[in-house]
């Protein structure tokens, strides 16, 4: 997982990539490629 200063680029990488708020942070999730992976906070 990396830990980034901006997800949209990274959001933007794969159609199927999720941006999803849990906990006060920030997540990029994708169940069809995992290695998409991201947070920030």
């Given at each position: 997982?990396?830990?980034?200063?901006?997800l949209k680029s990274l959001r933007a990488r794969h159609?199927?990539?999720?941006?999803?708020?849990?906990?006060?942070?920030?997540?990029?999730?994708?169940?069809?490629?995992?290695?998409?992976?991201?947070?920030?906070?």
């Open positions: 997982m990396k830990v980034r200063n901006s159609r199927n990539n999720r941006l999803v708020r849990r906990k006060g942070r920030v997540y990029v999730i994708n169940k069809v490629q995992r290695r998409f992976k991201a947070r920030q906070g």
